[in-house]
């Protein structure tokens, strides 16, 4: 039964890293709010959900910002090259996220404002 839990708790942890590339695929703000969604209904029942999900919340939020701040640059042109990098590393970074979350291992983004304690 226990090893059910572990293996249900780094499903459900790998979720909330993979769920934010939604915003890779269009769907505006849908970075933040899947794992929001999974971090909110599961976090009292997995502890290792909530780290996991408050890590890819806070990189997923300091993401936006840097990517609004990158927008704005685009109108001196390095705007479009720091955009291209950002997605880039926030798609490596998340599937690097989802596959240490499925094996139980804890995952630290980089470059990450902590705003959810």
Same mark, same amino acid.
């Given at each position: 039964? *226990?090893?059910?839990?572990?293996?249900? &708790?780094?499903?459900?942890?790998?979720?909330?890293?993979?769920?934010?590339?939604?915003?890779?695929?269009?769907?505006?703000?849908?970075?933040?709010? *899947?794992?929001?969604?999974?971090?909110?209904?599961?976090?009292?029942?997995?502890?290792?959900?909530?780290?996991?999900?408050k890590?890819?919340?806070?990189?997923?939020?300091?993401?936006?910002?840097?990517?609004?701040?990158?927008?704005?640059?685009?109108?001196?042109?390095?705007?479009?090259?720091?955009?291209? &990098?950002i *997605?880039? &590393?926030?798609?490596?970074?998340?599937?690097? *996220?989802?596959?240490?979350?499925?094996?139980?291992?804890?995952?630290h983004?980089?470059?990450?404002?902590?705003?959810?304690?």
């Open positions: 039964m *226990a090893e059910t839990q572990d293996k249900q &708790a780094n499903t459900w942890g790998m979720m909330c890293h993979l769920l934010s590339l939604c915003g890779l695929i269009g769907i505006p703000l849908g970075n933040i709010i *899947a794992p929001l969604i999974v971090w909110l209904i599961k976090k009292d029942e997995f502890p290792f959900v909530m780290e996991q999900g890590e890819s919340l806070n990189f997923q939020i300091s993401m936006t910002i840097y990517a609004i701040v990158a927008a704005m640059l685009c109108m001196i042109f390095i705007g479009f090259i720091l955009l291209a &990098a *997605a880039i &590393a926030d798609l490596i970074l998340v599937i690097d *996220a989802s596959m240490k979350a499925n094996k139980g291992v804890g995952y983004y980089p470059a990450t404002i902590r705003l959810i304690k």
